[in-house]
T-cell receptor, first 115, second 112 residues
Framework: NAGVTQTPKFQVLKTGQSMTLQCAQD?????MSWYRQDPGMGLRLIHY???????DQGEVPNGYNVSRSTTEDFPLRLLSAAPSQTSVYFC??????????????FGAGSRLTVL | GDSVTQMEGPVTLSEEAFLTINCTYT??????LFWYVQYPGEGLQLLLK?????DKGSNKGFEATYRKETTSFHLEKGSVQVSDSAVYFC???????????FGDGTTLTVKP
């Protein structure tokens, strides 16, 4: 099983462009989330979802949209990219899967650069 | 809101030295506590966890005890190896809110 799969691994955008970071999990987890990781700032929660059709904002939601039409997928959309969105993005899912209840399983990350 | 505070890094140790990384938290209710580890170029992976007061999580020689009275979850290892070099994150899960909150991470470098 793949666990949590993120694509793309690397992306360069110009200011104002839009794009979608994909996230898929095969563990039937109800909970999915997106974090961004910046030097010296740890992990900050962008958006999360506790099940299909349900999403909520995290700590830093501005400039990002999400949707959860299926249990497996949780894409993150950048509507109009800005240099401040240059970061490494991690998708994580959680539930009573292989790792046990309440444990997050992370994808390998997507490194985004906005010029 | 919930918060996690980790000791600032980076931390540099010699092989076989004793490791402590401090972690304290603020949360409502009774959160679950975790340590995650991130190796270079990879995502985070679970190192250990504790779900209630006085629980001890352990894995790969690392240990941490859930101390409700001091709201702490310090990570310890008796003898570190070069392969333990990584970034370590303390985290809590607020089961009421369904969200995890992470500390800023502590970079550990172990020299031979």
């Amino acid at each position: 099983n793949a666990g949590v799969t993120q694509t793309p691994k690397f992306q360069v955008l110009k200011t104002g462009q839009s794009m979608t970071l994909q996230c898929a999990q095969d563990m039937n987890h109800e909970y999915m989330s997106w974090y961004r990781q910046d030097p010296g700032m740890g992990l900050r929660l962008i958006h999360y979802s506790v099940g299909a059709g349900i999403t909520d904002q995290g700590e830093v939601p501005n400039g990002y949209n999400v949707s959860r039409s299926t249990t497996e997928d949780f894409p993150l959309r950048l509507l109009s990219a800005a240099p401040s969105q240059t970061s490494v993005y991690f998708c994580a899912s959680g539930g009573t899967g292989r790792s046990g209840a309440n444990v997050l399983t992370f994808g390998a990350g997507s490194r985004l650069t906005v010029l | 809101g919930d918060s996690v505070t980790q000791m600032e890094g980076p931390v540099t140790l010699s092989e076989e030295a004793f490791l402590t990384i401090n972690c304290t938290y603020t949360a409502t209710g009774y959160p679950s506590l975790f340590w995650y580890v991130q190796y270079p170029g990879e995502g985070l992976q679970l190192l250990l966890k504790a779900t209630k007061a006085d629980d001890k999580g352990s894995n790969k020689g690392f240990e941490a005890t859930y101390r409700k009275e001091t709201t702490s979850f310090h990570l310890e290892k008796g003898s570190v190896q070069v392969s333990d070099s990584a970034v370590y994150f303390c985290a809590l899960l607020n089961t009421n809110a369904g969200k995890s909150t992470f500390g800023d991470g502590t970079t550990l470098t172990v020299k031979p």
